[in-house]
């Protein structure tokens, strides 16, 4: 059984190589569902006071401030 911690698949770098247009064309993709899906994913990294959690944290108020609120 695959491990579901396991993200050695995902090529992260390859992200790099896209231009700003096809990378604004694979954000546009992104539901609204999706982005509050993420910022809660975020909010929960930077709370765990971890490595990652100042770039978490960055990146949630980033993403808050671009998205409508849930309510």
Do not use: C, F, K, W
Not at 8 to 25: K, V
Not at 46 to 71: C, K, M, T, V
């Amino acid at each position: 059984m695959d491990d579901p911690d396991d993200y050695g698949h995902i090529e992260i770098t390859a992200l790099h190589s896209l231009s700003q247009p096809q990378m604004g064309e694979r954000l546009a993709l992104l539901t609204l569902e999706e982005a509050h899906d993420v910022l809660h994913l975020l909010v929960g990294v930077a709370g765990e006071g971890g490595a990652l959690s100042q770039e978490a944290d960055r990146l949630a108020r980033e993403l808050a401030a671009r998205i409508p609120s849930e309510n």
